[in-house]
């Protein structure tokens, strides 16, 4: 497995080794030990999702503020610009953001630890999104942080305006939002 950074040292962009033939490909989407020599994480995950959205639905962003996930994405069909917000008061990169196009032709997957808000949009018709998240899932504690919020400055690849779930326009501004210590 190829490990490539980010602009948030925590958040890592996974590339598993493809074995490709004629007949297709092969590779490992999860194995443990291979995941913690990559990421330095311990990570346990409990619970795996799959959703699918159309060209311009844009999720999050997500977050936990009890029971956070630690979250392993990837995307089987299609393509999606992913993001990751840290929510770490504590951390010097705080407010910073990391994005990247995960798609099921470039195989690459994310890491986004527990402490961050996730969210992406979906670059074609379509998008099969899988995550494998590293607690379950809370909606008593789910909170949102607004995708366009100024202060945080994400530069969504943008070709129309998004398609918004109600909870995702009602999303707080960082400056408001309930973040981790």
């Known amino acids: 497995m190829n490990v490539v950074g980010t602009d948030l040292p925590d958040v890592l962009i996974l590339e598993p080794r493809v074995f490709g033939d004629e007949r297709g490909f092969f590779l490992e989407s999860h194995n443990q030990r291979a995941f913690e020599q990559a990421t330095g994480a311990r990570a346990s995950f409990v619970?795996?999702?799959?959703?699918?959205?159309?060209?311009?639905?844009?999720?999050?962003?997500?977050?936990?503020?009890?029971?956070?996930?630690?979250?392993?994405?990837?995307?089987v069909a299609g393509e999606v610009f992913d993001v990751a917000v840290d929510l770490r008061r504590s951390s010097p990169t705080f407010g910073r953001w990391a994005g990247t196009r995960l798609s099921a032709e470039n195989r690459r997957m994310l890491w986004v630890p527990a402490g961050f808000a996730h969210g992406f949009l979906v670059m074609s018709d379509f998008a099969d999104f899988l995550y494998k998240t590293t607690d379950y899932y809370a909606p008593e504690h789910e909170r949102c942080v607004i995708w366009n919020d100024p202060d945080v400055g994400i530069r969504w690849p943008?070709?129309?305006?998004?398609?918004?779930?109600q909870k995702d326009r009602a999303g707080a501004r960082l400056s408001e939002a309930e973040v981790f210590p």
């Open 158 to 165: 943008l070709e129309q305006e998004p398609i918004l779930a």
């Open 47 to 75: 619970q795996d999702n799959h959703s699918r959205s159309r060209r311009g639905v844009l999720r999050g962003l997500h977050y936990q503020v009890r029971q956070p996930q630690g979250k392993l994405v990837r995307v």
